[in-house]
């Protein structure tokens, strides 16, 4: 198929992109620039573009893809989500849960916090129109004109200082992630950086009490995280070649006789830096996010780095989060909520002429468009019945979950639509995984409206199981599902494990009423 798209060839399919990292460049992958005449020529149809999910990956591939083609093509973009408006952004997305005498709290039902904070800008950057500042009234204590694309769609993002606060068993904590730049630019008054000062000598004090030089292996730590980070992110997630960053990623990895190998099990990296069970512990735990341990898993082929043991490159993850001079580093709050990033991303989509089409389930992507139904609107008629449709399209970008996708809507058998002999399967909603694959742990969320201030939580928090190797190690257990340790389907009660509890009123105080907290507690659990 050629990688023009054409008003009457069958559609070109891309499921499951990065898709808010999506360059411009990758573009020209789906579409090539048609020469004046052609694009001007009497009767050209224009090409449709069908994204389907308006969670956050849809909404910034809908406006980069819009901002870029129509300049170049007579192009339609549309957006197909199977939930109602009050649910744009999917996944990332707020809820309010309003207590009778006290107030409204606003609770995350996805991420809490936010990182790579310059991709978020680089997408309003790269999309917003001239006019977009002149026209925007979202923005009413800033001058617009004189606002940030992001800002002037109403994204604010404040950095969390410290990034988070580290509590073990014992009562230990240790507060962690304290950039370079000056507090002052994030908003922080002086009596707050003057707080966050004295946390820092704390946080240091309190390295160099855990273990000899504490501290100085530390840093040493997340300056070889960061040349991971450095390297991995352009070279392969952004598919970019950055050929400059790879002499540090080399010397990192092979230095000390390669005791800081990438690809080796996250706490062999760890046990020949540290000795200290707390500091091991304390550097591996964003494998929690990825829903992997960082153990070693004897049981396993390179010690369980195919399945469910971290390996060690995935240290870029603490480099992303606690480097102190790392420019893409950094832990942020949307102010507002991650509601707040989703309507944000909305109005951009509105501003790059992207249409919307809510309420609408598709069922099926074959060669020629998508085939979907829409759902009956809450609140609407009881009789209302369910409408069937088909959207032809040049070119569907799926953002649903692969698993999900290429089991139901995605499926080869109807990819041909000719060859269907059931044509009304084309319009069945179904809701099936892939069993095939290996999935990584779960998590079990809690969210209390809390009617005083927990002034001892920081904005985010991880409780972790670490007074020795062996309760670390435990710890990690739920997630192996392999028969370690008798397995997930035996009783955890009495067993250590770990936790994260995010405070967002610490940051953004809109979270919830005076003298309140909104508390979310995430506890992993074997794959659901």
């Not at 020529?41 to 090409?47: E, I, L, R, S, T």
């Not at 950095?159 to 014992?170: G, T, W």
């Not at 069922?363 to 979907?372: A, K, P, Y």
Request: aromatic share 8%; charged share 20%.
């Amino acid at each position: 198929m050629s990688s023009a798209i054409s008003p009457c060839c069958s559609s070109r399919t891309i499921i499951g992109t990065l898709l808010l990292l999506l360059p411009s460049f990758h573009l020209s992958r789906a579409f090539s620039t048609p020469t004046t005449a052609a694009a001007a020529a009497p009767g050209n149809k224009a090409q449709r573009v069908v994204v389907i999910g308006a969670g956050v990956g849809g909404l910034a591939t809908a406006a980069r893809i819009s901002s870029q083609l129509t300049t170049t093509h007579d192009a339609e973009i549309i957006v197909l989500e199977k939930n109602g408006r009050d649910h744009v952004g999917g996944r990332c997305g707020s809820f309010d849960v309003d207590v009778e005498g006290v107030g409204k709290f606003r609770h995350e039902r996805g991420p809490s916090l936010l990182l790579l904070k310059e991709e978020y800008e680089r997408v309003f950057a790269d999309c917003s129109s001239s006019s977009s500042s002149d026209d925007d009234t979202t923005t009413s204590d800033n001058d617009s004109s004189s606002a940030a694309p992001h800002q002037a769609f109403g994204l604010e993002m404040k950095q969390c200082i410290p990034a988070y606060q580290v509590v073990f068993e014992d009562g230990d904590t240790i507060p962690v992630g304290f950039p370079r730049s000056k507090c002052g630019d994030q908003g922080y008054t002086l009596e707050q950086i003057k707080q966050i000062q004295i946390l820092e000598q704390e946080s240091i004090t309190k390295f160099n009490s855990l273990e000899l030089n504490g501290f100085q292996l530390w840093q040493e730590y997340l300056n070889t995280c960061a040349a991971f980070l450095d390297c991995g992110l352009p070279n392969f997630i952004e598919e970019r070649l950055d050929l400059g960053s790879f002499p540090a990623f080399l010397f990192e990895s092979l230095r000390e006789g390669g005791k800081r190998w990438p690809l080796q099990p996250h706490s062999s990296m760890l046990s020949s830096l540290f000795t200290s069970p707390k500091l091991i512990a304390l550097a591996s735990f964003q494998n929690l996010y990825v829903g992997l341990e960082p153990y070693v898993n004897s049981r396993q082929i390179g010690g369980g780095v195919l399945r469910k043991t971290a390996p060690a490159v995935f240290g870029l993850l603490a480099a992303i989060e606690l480097h102190p001079t790392n420019g893409r580093a950094g832990v942020f709050a949307p102010v507002g909520g991650f509601r707040q990033v989703a309507e944000s991303m909305y109005r951009l989509c509105l501003d790059c002429d992207v249409k919307f089409q809510f309420d609408s389930s598709v069922t099926s992507i074959t060669d020629n468009g998508v085939h979907f139904v829409t759902r009956k609107k809450e609140g609407g008629p009881e009789d209302a019945e369910e409408q069937k449709g088909f959207l032809p399209a040049d070119l569907v970008i799926c953002n649903a979950d692969v698993p999900f996708a290429t089991e139901t809507i995605a499926r080869p058998e109807v990819s041909n639509e000719e060859s269907v002999d059931d044509k009304e399967s084309l319009y069945r909603e179904s809701y099936d995984w892939n069993d095939k694959l290996d999935y990584s742990s779960g998590v079990i969320a809690f969210h209390w409206s809390v009617s005083k201030s927990l002034d001892s939580l920081n904005t985010h928090n991880v409780f972790m199981s670490a007074n020795t190797t062996h309760d670390a190690e435990k710890s990690w257990a739920v997630l192996r599902g392999d028969g370690v340790s008798d397995g997930p389907s035996s009783s955890m009660k009495g067993q250590p494990f770990n936790f994260y509890v995010h405070r967002a009123g610490k940051t953004d105080e809109t979270a919830s009423p005076p003298g309140c907290d909104s508390i979310m507690v995430l506890v992993p659990c074997p794959t659901l």
